[in-house]
């Protein structure tokens, strides 16, 4: 009877499976006039005229008249970088639209950087010009840009429009694009406290992000569960925050070289020092930082959010960021300042009566704002301008003019854009895409039918929202399952947040973005499947 039962079970659960499948919206396999061009440029002209490329023979240089020559480390291993990915992959992508060129051949491409300063040996920034045009002809490809950052993202278009014919021979048809991205800050936030992420998956990463044109790396690097970074002044928070302290923390070398990496590829490396919640794991280093839980009139052994009303936290805050601001270059760090419980801080004495001296009644709000604003000036001591989650602006915190608001609540979402950019702050939105929240099927469609602008404000509030950034928080992910969870379902904000607003046809974008996830296969990335199929390369670069 167990037998049957479990037979019957098995056979309900299968029609269950077949049913689901059924209905599940799959788009259309189409043949894209764009090839595999991930995300699409802004305008793209691509001929049916096809010229051979062959590796023997092809070189990417410098352009005669460009303001950055050979000395220009960055674009010289951008160089390398490029042609490999180039001739180590190009599938038969474009079978279609190869029409004989009288065996003409692309023999070069020429970089030609057209500012006075090109920006070889400095940070990306959100205001960076990543702008760059590409003119594919025989004998002579060029790719112009105004900076080095829009060099990055033409090379990578341009190893994009490669592909292989039957024979195995590469071509590259004749082109003209025009390319900008729509939003400045394109993010992608990992989260390496819940999991620790060993630097090379950190670093693949990094890779993938260029490969899909996004330009800010938000390192959620610590949080309540381990604190892996390791500081130089406060060497005890790693030493006791850790998961473990030699094998799971980020020394200040792996540090830097990660926010070199990500330089190397256009990419701003943002780290966020959340507090006063989601702190448990500085307690265990820095003693006396961590507000004490009361049970009655006894302390109860617990610890909640950071202490607001001593003296001493504020001298230790004022020490850390100023050491976090001389090791991240970027001009921006991420204060978090969300979620944080105010039941410990009900039940301590201390704080009920510096409630009452302050003047703040029961309204513990009133305390997380006193301490937040406290945080804010000690970073605006540093130079540095800072990023906060929604709630700081939401309980009336006073802000810098500069400040930027990321809205990562999905309740109210369109009123929230309204509230913050008609208050002024330049806004960058998430809530749309948060990646840890799976589900059955091609969900990239939902985060790729997202429009960031659809709240109802003024031009001039629109023009506040600079970007997004997907996040892929760390309660379920490490080093086994990260990047092909991320990948290619990060690809589908991507586009959203580098291409034209009208670019929403699903079965084109399903197409090219099989494609593109198939080349990211390729070059190492083990991206996720968005459907049934196959590579024509799998499995050698995983």
């Given at each position: 009877?167990?037998?049957?039962?479990?037979?019957?079970?098995l056979?309900?659960?299968?029609?269950?499976?077949?049913?689901?499948?059924?209905?599940?919206?799959?788009?259309?396999?189409?043949?894209?006039?764009?090839?595999?061009?991930?995300?699409l440029?802004?305008?793209?002209?691509i001929?049916?005229?096809?010229?051979?490329?062959s590796?023997?023979?092809?070189?990417?240089?410098?352009?005669?008249?460009?303001?950055?020559?050979?000395?220009?480390?960055?674009?010289?291993?951008?160089?390398?970088?490029?042609?490999?990915?180039?001739?180590?992959?190009?599938?038969?992508?474009?079978?279609d639209?190869?029409?004989?060129?009288?065996?003409?051949?692309?023999?070069?491409?020429?970089?030609?950087?057209?500012?006075?300063?090109?920006?070889?040996?400095?940070?990306?920034?959100?205001?960076?010009?990543?702008?760059y045009?590409?003119?594919?002809?025989?004998p002579?490809?060029?790719?112009?840009?105004?900076?080095?950052?829009?060099?990055?993202?033409?090379?990578?278009?341009?190893?994009?429009?490669?592909?292989?014919?039957?024979?195995?021979?590469?071509?590259?048809?004749?082109?003209?694009?025009?390319?900008?991205?729509?939003?400045?800050?394109?993010?992608?936030?990992?989260?390496?406290?819940?999991?620790?992420?060993?630097?090379k998956?950190?670093?693949?990463?990094?890779?993938?992000?260029?490969?899909?044109?996004?330009?800010?790396?938000?390192?959620?690097?610590?949080?309540?569960?381990s604190?892996?970074?390791?500081?130089?002044?406060?060497?005890?928070?790693?030493?006791?925050?850790?998961?473990?302290?030699?094998?799971?923390?980020?020394?200040?070398?792996?540090?830097k070289?990660?926010?070199?990496?990500?330089?190397?590829r256009?990419?701003?490396?943002?780290?966020?020092?959340?507090?006063?919640?989601?702190?448990?794991?500085?307690?265990?280093?820095?003693?006396?930082?961590?507000?004490?839980?009361?049970?009655?009139?006894?302390?109860?052994?617990?610890?909640?959010?950071?202490?607001?009303?001593?003296?001493?936290?504020?001298?230790?805050?004022?020490?850390?960021f100023?050491?976090?601001?001389?090791?991240?270059?970027?001009?921006?760090?991420?204060?978090?300042?969300?979620e944080?419980?105010?039941?410990?801080?009900?039940?301590?004495?201390?704080?009920q009566?510096?409630?009452?001296?302050?003047?703040?009644?029961?309204?513990?709000?009133?305390?997380?704002?006193?301490?937040?604003?406290?945080?804010?000036?000690?970073?605006?001591?540093?130079?540095?301008?800072?990023?906060?989650?929604?709630?700081?602006?939401?309980?009336?915190?006073?802000?810098?003019?500069?400040?930027?608001?990321?809205?990562?609540?999905?309740?109210?979402?369109?009123?929230?854009?309204?509230?913050?950019?008609?208050?002024?702050?330049?806004?960058?939105?998430?809530?749309?895409?948060?990646?840890?929240?799976?589900?059955?099927?091609?969900?990239?469609?939902?985060?790729?039918?997202?429009?960031?602008?659809?709240?109802?404000?003024?031009?001039?509030?629109?023009?506040?929202?600079?970007?997004?950034?997907?996040?892929?928080?760390?309660?379920?992910?490490?080093?086994?399952?990260?990047?092909?969870?991320?990948?290619?379902?990060?690809?589908?904000?991507?586009?959203?947040?580098?291409?034209?607003?009208?670019?929403?046809?699903?079965?084109?974008?399903?197409?090219?973005?099989?494609?593109?996830?198939?080349?990211?296969?390729?070059?190492?990335?083990?991206?996720?499947?968005?459907?049934?199929?196959?590579?024509?390369?799998?499995?050698?670069?995983?």
């Amino acid at each position: 009877m167990a037998v049957i039962k479990l037979a019957a079970l098995l056979l309900a659960a299968s029609v269950c499976l077949c049913s689901k499948h059924k209905s599940e919206k799959v788009p259309k396999l189409v043949n894209s006039q764009y090839g595999s061009l991930w995300p699409l440029p802004q305008s793209a002209q691509i001929s049916a005229t096809a010229f051979q490329l062959s590796r023997s023979s092809f070189q990417i240089v410098h352009a005669p008249k460009s303001s950055a020559g050979p000395r220009c480390y960055l674009l010289g291993e951008a160089f390398r970088r490029y042609f490999e990915y180039t001739f180590g992959y190009s599938k038969r992508l474009n079978k279609d639209r190869k029409q004989s060129g009288a065996g003409a051949e692309v023999s070069e491409l020429q970089v030609l950087i057209t500012s006075s300063e090109p920006q070889c040996d400095g940070f990306p920034s959100v205001s960076s010009d990543e702008s760059y045009q590409l003119t594919v002809d025989q004998p002579t490809a060029v790719l112009t840009a105004p900076e080095v950052w829009g060099a990055l993202r033409g090379l990578e278009t341009f190893s994009q429009l490669v592909y292989k014919d039957e024979y195995g021979t590469l071509h590259i048809n004749k082109s003209e694009i025009k390319d900008f991205p729509r939003f400045n800050h394109r993010g992608i936030l990992l989260d390496s406290s819940r999991h620790f992420l060993p630097l090379k998956v950190i670093l693949a990463n990094l890779d993938a992000m260029a490969m899909n044109k996004y330009n800010v790396f938000h390192w959620h690097i610590v949080d309540d569960q381990s604190f892996p970074y390791q500081s130089f002044l406060f060497p005890e928070l790693s030493k006791e925050g850790s998961y473990h302290p030699y094998t799971h923390v980020y020394t200040p070398a792996d540090v830097k070289m990660v926010i070199e990496y990500a330089r190397m590829r256009g990419i701003r490396v943002i780290s966020e020092f959340d507090t006063p919640g989601h702190t448990q794991s500085w307690g265990l280093g820095q003693k006396g930082l961590l507000t004490p839980c009361y049970s009655g009139e006894k302390p109860s052994g617990t610890f909640g959010p950071v202490n607001p009303i001593l003296n001493s936290t504020y001298d230790f805050m004022t020490q850390f960021f100023k050491e976090v601001s001389s090791v991240f270059p970027d001009a921006y760090i991420h204060l978090g300042g969300d979620e944080v419980d105010f039941s410990c801080w009900k039940s301590n004495p201390d704080i009920q009566k510096f409630m009452e001296q302050q003047g703040f009644g029961t309204d513990y709000s009133k305390l997380e704002s006193y301490y937040i604003q406290r945080i804010l000036d000690i970073v605006t001591g540093t130079k540095k301008g800072y990023m906060i989650w929604q709630e700081v602006f939401d309980n009336g915190v006073k802000l810098k003019p500069d400040t930027v608001v990321e809205v990562w609540m999905g309740n109210a979402l369109e009123e929230e854009l309204h509230n913050v950019t008609s208050a002024g702050y330049t806004t960058i939105l998430s809530a749309p895409w948060y990646l840890d929240y799976i589900s059955y099927g091609q969900d990239w469609q939902k985060y790729y039918k997202v429009e960031p602008l659809s709240f109802k404000g003024t031009d001039a509030q629109k023009k506040l929202v600079i970007g997004g950034e997907a996040c892929l928080w760390g309660e379920f992910v490490d080093a086994t399952n990260l990047t092909p969870r991320l990948w290619p379902r990060a690809s589908a904000v991507a586009e959203r947040l580098w291409s034209r607003k009208d670019v929403r046809d699903t079965d084109d974008a399903y197409s090219r973005l099989s494609q593109h996830r198939c080349r990211m296969v390729q070059r190492g990335i083990p991206a996720e499947p968005l459907y049934v199929g196959h590579c024509d390369y799998e499995y050698g670069g995983l």
